[in-house]
Nanobody, 114 residues
Framework: QVQLVESGGGLVQAGGSLRLSCAAS????????MGWYRQAPGKQRELVAL???????NYADSVKGRFAISRDNAKNAIYLQMNSLKPEDTAVYYC????????WGQGTQVTVAS
């Protein structure tokens, strides 16, 4: 089993920054892909960013140049630095771990006020 716990969400003004953290525990392999997804009210969950065990990253077009995903394999953790936040970034952000199936955290709310 894999457990994921997100933290770092909150309320921020447009143009501001937040840093999300995700701590993973359980049957974790550091070479597996992890990532961040988000779901806004009334919308489907969408990919924000992925990072492989080797550090390769992939971003949604909507966040390229503003968000940065990173990981610390020694701590079994990933992070999402979010800069230049926009109201349309408002969503619940979920951490994911790609094992024999996809695992999800409980989510953390990010609200960007205009």
């Amino acid at each position: 089993q894999v457990q994921l716990v997100e933290s770092g969400g909150g309320l921020v003004q447009a143009g501001g920054s937040l840093r999300l953290s995700c701590a993973a525990s359980g049957s974790i392999f550091s070479m597996n892909t992890m990532g961040w997804y988000r779901q806004a009210p009334g919308k489907q969950r969408e990919l924000v960013a992925l990072i492989t065990g080797g550090g390769r990253t992939n971003y949604a077009d909507s966040v390229k140049g503003r968000f940065a995903i990173s990981r610390d394999n020694a701590k079994n953790a990933i992070y999402l630095q979010m800069n230049s936040l926009k109201p349309e970034d408002t969503a619940v952000y979920y951490c994911s771990y790609r094992g024999y199936r996809d695992y999800w955290g409980q989510g953390t709310q990010v609200t960007v006020a205009s």
